[in-house]
């Protein structure tokens, strides 16, 4: 169903319980009047009365799972512990389900900008077909009015459109179950408060680092079947990999049918106002009983596909038709994130002579790859250049670039007695001839790092080397002569000797080099229009962070034939690694998942 058909039937089916007139059908909609702020609420409480949220039924079967055989094992398995419930988490009512009013799962308040998000599953999304309200904290028994932060009206729902379900079945146990995430925006409460407002917070969207995780706590609401009074359970255990998918793990009792949902917490406390969810309760067949149990319990693991959905929700936009196919852990490199965490350098350039960007890959063991690339973001059949050996671990930093003119890529590289040597042309078959462009020795043993790209005056291939003490010169007459004479474009300097991380490219589009640089504090600049007259103008892609610390290596090319070197590669800590497609001077680009994580 189309976004725009779906807000139509729930608009409909909303009027309908609220007694609100509806167009008849085929008859222009006129713009109705924006409602203030608080009225859907107050409409919405004046169907929801205690006695019918004490009378909901659970809609979602999947997780109502029959009594285990009790013994040692059960005995020492961990056990959800009920409670009054947090203030960050809440639960869902509809007027849908079959026998009338229904209990529906759990959601979780998220801190954004919008001030009005709520996290739950994909699979519970989808059964929200008619008129739904949130109500964080829930406390059975209580009329709307007398809920801790009142209720909120859920006015829009937002669904990766890759999350395909079952024949005849909200869940999955297919790929797409990765996906099992979405995202509401609702209407502010009876009182007139934003959701975030009203709660005193939000938890922080978070990727993992990884999938063994030692405490994680998960909140949620078990269904009325297994909770008639109606109170939240919490469990904190380690977490492992689901095999296969990208998604956590967890053994622990009580998780029944209405956890569905539930965030996934690295540092819950109880009641808090803040925190950092990681995934929700969901994913391979709903989130777990598949084995008939009630203690395993599964949840995607957050990455790109619901960070991006998190901002369409954000910004109130449908997400994208045309999204690619999402291809689960498979990735578009070979191996895994273990294997990933000793990529140590990384160079790009067209080193097959295709015209499609590849990426050159120096391992800790002093191996050296080629992953040839597709033009297409992915990569076909590595090559190895070099097996394991003890020259190339001395190799401490590499870029690549067209140096001896023509259209293959050469590779430069600064080894750590001070020598600087560059290969010409390396290609499928072997890195071919090396040429000493430095002696042992010599001043380059200070160049820290090494960024090539278009920033000559005639758009040729230059050389930004930032040393040990800050400095930046740009070499732009690199050739098997030498490196040509260099300008100095900063002198020693405090800054920059934080800059830990550079990458040339054309993020721009104008055919002229842009520095990419991710700094100490995880900040990332762009400084675009680089040359020998100066560092080009600056603008901040991000400001102080945590993520981008992690970030270990980087490079850019023209990994997507487009003709121009703004696609970003970056290999994370935990070995992921991802492609960030036509990044700009202002703005990432699409991010798509090479390595997963944790495998």
Known sequence: MSDGRRR???????????????????AAEPTPPRPSAGQEAQQAARFWTAQRMAGAQPLDAARQAPAVPGGPAAARRPQGTLFKGTRLVGTFFGSDGPRGTTWHCTGSVIDTKARDIV????????NMKGD??????????????????????????????????????????????DLDTAFARVSANQRGQSLQDAVGGGLTFTRPSGYNLKNVTVPGYPSYRHNSAGRAVKCTVPTTQLRGYRQLSMTCGGYYGGVSGSPWITDYKDDA?????????????????????????????????AANLLADAVADQAPPADLPPYRGLKGTLPGGAARWRKAMLMASGDYTGDLHGDLLVVWSDGAVTLQPGDGKGGFGTEKQLRKANSTWTHARAVTGGTF??????????RWSDGEAT??????????????????????????????????????GTGLLVRRADGSLTLYDGIG??????????????????RAALLTGGDFDGTGTGDLLVRWADGTLDTYAGTSAAGLGTRTRLRGPNSLWQHAQVLTAGDFRHDRAPNDLVVRWSDGETTL???TGTASLGTEHTLVHPGT
């Open 8 to 26: 139509t039937t729930v608009v409909v089916l909303c009027a309908a319980v609220l007694g609100l007139a509806v167009p008849a059908a085929g």
């Open 132 to 177: 739904y309200v949130f109500v964080p904290k829930f406390v059975k028994g209580a009329a709307p009015d007398r809920q801790p932060y009142g209720i909120f009206h859920i006015q829009r729902i937002f669904i990766d459109p890759r999350y395909v379900p079952d024949r005849g079945s909200t869940t999955t146990k297919k790929t797409a179950s």
């Open 273 to 305: 106002r803040t925190g950092h969810v990681i995934g929700n309760l969901g994913g391979y067949n709903g989130g777990g009983n598949d084995a008939s149990v009630d203690y395993i319990s599964y949840a995607t693991a957050f990455g790109a596909d």
């Open 119 to 126: 996290l739950t599953a994909a699979h519970c999304a989808l």
């Open 580 to 582: 960030y497609a036509d």
């Open 422 to 459: 560059l290969y010409p042309q390396p290609g499928p078959s072997g890195l071919g001839r090396e040429i000493r462009m430095a002696p042992p020795g010599s001043a380059w043993k200070d160049a820290v790092q090494l960024a090539a790209g278009p920033f000559r005056a005639d758009g």
């Open 404 to 413: 001896s003119g023509g259209d293959r890529a050469g590779l430069l590289v």
């Open 480 to 497: 098997a002569g030498g490196f040509g004479t260099g300008t100095r474009l900063l002198g020693a300097n405090t800054t920059w000797t």
